[in-house]
C-alpha cells in the first residue's frame, strides 16, 4: 500500500495518463490478490509463538506451507478465469500479476514472528527498507525505460529476489521445530 500512495508523486512525471493507469491497475490487482492469497495466515504465529515458544519455528514452518498452498489455489484460479474469459479478468498482464502475488507472499512471516517475539524495531526497519528499496526499483524502471511492462517486471524480480533472500535468511536462522505435536496442523488451521 505504501507502494500504491507514494510512487504516483514520482511516476506520474515519467508515465503517460494510459501507461500510468495500467500500473496503478496492476497494483490494484496485485493487493487484491495478495491479501486474499496470504489469507492472513501468518498472523496466527502472533498467537502461537508467545503461547509455544519452543515450537515457534514450527509454526512458521507450517504457516509458510499453508501460505504457499493458498496462494498457488487462488493464483491458479485467477489465471484460469483469465484464461476462460479471454483476458477479461486481469488482461495483458495476468503472468506477471501471478509471479509477483506468489512471490509477495510466500516465504514472509518475519514481521509477525517479530512482533510474536517483542521485536517491533526489527518490524520497523524491514518493513521501511522493503518499502524503500521497492520504490527505488519502480523510479529506477520508471527512469530507465518509460515503460509499464518494465516497471511491473522490475517489481516480479525484486519480489523474487526477496522471496529467495527470505528463503535463505530462514534456513541460516531457523533453530529446531520443538517436539512434535500432532495437533500443530489442525491448531494452525482453525
Known amino acids: ?8 508523486v514520482v511516476l506520474v512525471r515519467f508515465l503517460t495518463v494510459e501507461q500510468f493507469g495500467v500500473y496503478r491497475e496492476f497494483l490494484l490487482y496485485a ?4 491479501a486474499i492469497s496470504a489469507f492472513n495466515i501468518s498472523n496466527s504465529l502472533m498467537y502461537f509463538v508467545p503461547s509455544q515458544p519452543k515450537a515457534a519455528w514450527r509454526f512458521v514452518h507450517q504457516s509458510t506451507v499453508l501460505v504457499a498452498l493458498a496462494s498457488l489455489i487462488i493464483v491458479g484460479l485467477t489465471t484460469l478465469a483469465d484464461q476462460l474469459s479471454g483476458g477479461a479478468l486481469v488482461g495483458q498482464h495476468v503472468w506477471p500479476l501471478a509471479l509477483y502475488t506468489l512471490a509477495f507472499v510466500n516465504v514472509d512471516f518475519w514481521e509477525y514472528l517479530w512482533l510474536a517475539r517483542g ?3 526489527r518490524v520497523l526497519v524491514y518493513t521501511m527498507a522493503r518499502l524503500a528499496l521497492r520504490l527505488v526499483v519502480v523510479v529506477t524502471a520508471a527512469l530507465l525505460s518509460g515503460d509499464v511492462a518494465t516497471i511491473i517486471w522490475s517489481l516480479v524480480g525484486f519480489e523474487i529476489v526477496r522471496l529467495v533472500a527470505s528463503f535463505i535468511a530462514w534456513r541460516a536462522v531457523a533453530g529446531p521445530m520443538g517436539d512434535p505435536h500432532p495437533d500443530s496442523w489442525r491448531q494452525q488451521i482453525e
Open 1 to 8: 500500500f505504501g507502494l500504491m500512495l507514494i510512487s504516483p
Open 31 to 34: 493487493g487484491i490478490l495478495t
Open 119 to 121: 521485536q517491533p524495531e
